[in-house]
């Protein structure tokens, strides 16, 4: 791949990992609550996104660099693999679309009292690295999924999928209390719902091409 055709892939691949790192970030959750909740109460909210970011990051990145060696060493894992993630964005999108139509809210994660900062990031720590969805998410569809693009372009997937992270949380947290009353709104999660349904719809039939074309 020659410079130019690098930068010209650069930024589809980039929104491919924007995007998947959205779809899957934007949910409710006991992580999300608990970054809504500090951002309301103004207790070490940079502390906290800034892990939070982070921490999604290196799964991220482990989990692309790793599958992308593994996938180096299996070949033929990466046409199934690709196959696997297109059915599994398939039914993550079939669910968030069965979810806008329904009611639901966000409220900040209950808890009595001021956290110290020390605190805060063991909750955020726990509420990140002891859910074994995150690992499923970052590690294994993530990153299978980034190890299917161009080696010259797995940064950019990361760096997208990173970035979704990071924006959304340190909106959540520093945006808190602009957006409590629109997360409170079941109609505001109906639509969003529906927009994840669809982009995980559209990832899903770029994945099936992308293993049809390349098997």
């Not at 070490?44 to 593994?70: E, K, N, R, W, Y």
């Amino acid at each position: 791949m020659s410079p130019t055709d690098a930068v010209s892939l650069a930024f589809p691949v980039f929104f491919q990992g924007l995007a998947l790192g959205l779809g899957l970030i934007v949910a409710i959750g006991a992580q999300n609550a608990f970054v809504l909740r500090q951002g309301l109460r103004r207790e070490h909210v940079g502390s906290v996104v800034l892990f939070c970011a982070v921490a999604d990051a290196a799964l991220i990145a482990a989990g692309v660099l790793g599958m992308a060696q593994a996938l180096g060493q299996h070949p033929g894992l990466a046409r199934a693999l690709a196959l696997a993630g297109a059915l599994f964005l398939a039914a993550y999108g079939w669910q968030a679309l069965r979810r806008a139509r329904q009611a639901h809210r966000l409220q900040a994660a209950d808890g009595a009292g001021s956290l110290g900062r020390g605190a805060a990031v063991a909750q955020a720590a726990a509420f990140t690295l002891l859910n074994p969805h995150v690992y499923l998410d970052t590690v294994l569809l993530v990153g299978s999924i980034g190890a299917q693009q161009p080696p010259a372009l797995r940064g950019w997937f990361i760096a997208g999928a990173s970035g979704a992270s990071l924006s959304w949380f340190a909106l959540l947290g520093f945006g808190a209390r602009w957006l409590a009353p629109w997360f409170a709104r079941p109609r505001a999660w109906q639509v969003l719902d529906g927009l994840i349904g669809a982009t995980m719809f559209v990832l899903s039939a770029l994945l099936v091409r992308h293993a049809l074309v390349d098997s």
